[in-house]
């Protein structure tokens, strides 16, 4: 594999499973069996009874990075916005060029407010794979200032272009996973050294792209249960950043793909399985 900035899979076959953690290894990753969670998110369906104007979304992570570029949100009855349902900060000296955005502000404790929020679509699968509530079942699984926050934060979001908008209705979503794929640890620098170890990482882990080192951007492949096939562009961080751990695993859902998450965020809802006799 090249050792430009940015490499892609243009070849190379898939591993064994063995395989790709003496490499994972060799670069310095710690390797685990698979991982078991409890996954809680707050959702807003501002698909139901959403106009056709829309705002924009920026998914904004804690360190300052941002995972893709801003766009436009879309129409339709199964659109939504997901959050964690736990208080998260951003640090004063990477928040600034984030206020005045719907996503970050200054608490009156002086602390910074950060909602990271993506898009969902709430669909039968959805509907299926979570438990659904609409007020609150367990705060200490949904913490209440998280929920004001998630909602503070849809407010600004849809009165941004809708000075009438009102009536941010929140879903408290629950479910159990379990997890027997692979879990790779470690900073930037080893996962990138990782996945540019061998032509067969990137195919095997179905990841079409790596480019970048402030931050790194990588681009998997995804594909849904109805067979549909498209991409989704995720933040590694900065390459410089020794201090960070990230994980990389499969996320299996209604649409699967490689993902990547702060090691602090996963540990919040999972627990990896020791590695075992993975290398086996």
């Keep these: 594999m090249s050792s430009c900035c940015c490499f892609e899979w243009l070849g190379g076959q898939n591993l064994k499973r063995s395989d790709l953690v003496r490499l994972a290894k060799s670069s310095g990753v710690e390797c685990y069996k698979g991982f078991v969670a409890?996954?809680?998110?707050?959702?807003?369906?501002?698909?139901?009874?959403?106009?056709?104007?829309?705002p924009t979304l920026r998914t904004i992570l804690p360190n300052g990075s941002e995972e893709g570029?801003?766009?436009?949100?879309?129409?339709?009855?199964?659109?939504?916005?997901?959050?964690?349902?736990y208080t998260q900060d951003i640090e004063a000296p990477v928040a600034g060029k984030f206020l005045g955005t719907p996503f970050v502000w200054q608490r009156l404790d002086g602390t910074h407010a950060l909602v990271q929020t993506w898009t969902v679509n709430v669909n039968d699968e959805f509907k299926k794979a979570f438990e659904i509530a609409e007020s609150n079942p367990d705060e200490r699984k949904f913490c209440p200032q998280a929920v004001n926050e998630f909602q503070e934060a849809m407010g600004k979001l849809f009165k941004s272009v809708d000075g009438t908008f009102t009536g941010i209705r929140v879903w408290f979503c629950q479910k159990k996973t379990r997890s027997d794929d692979p879990v790779y640890v470690g900073t930037p620098s080893q996962l990138k050294a990782f996945l540019a170890s061998d032509p067969g990482v990137l195919k095997s882990l179905n990841i079409k792209e790596v480019s970048g080192s402030n931050p790194i951007k990588v681009v998997s492949n995804t594909v849904n249960k109805k067979g549909q096939r498209g991409t989704q562009e995720l933040t590694l961080g900065d390459i410089a950043d020794g201090a960070s751990k990230y994980v990389m695993y499969t996320r299996k859902g209604f649409t699967t793909f490689t993902s990547i998450k702060l090691l602090s965020q996963f540990y919040t809802e999972a627990e990896p399985l020791n590695d075992g006799d993975l290398e086996g």
Aim: net charge positive; with cysteine; glycine share 8%.
């Design 38 to 54: 409890n996954e809680c998110r707050l959702v807003f369906p501002f698909g139901q009874g959403s106009s056709n104007n829309l």
């Design 69 to 85: 570029d801003p766009k436009t949100l879309q129409a339709g009855k199964e659109r939504a916005l997901i959050a964690y349902p």
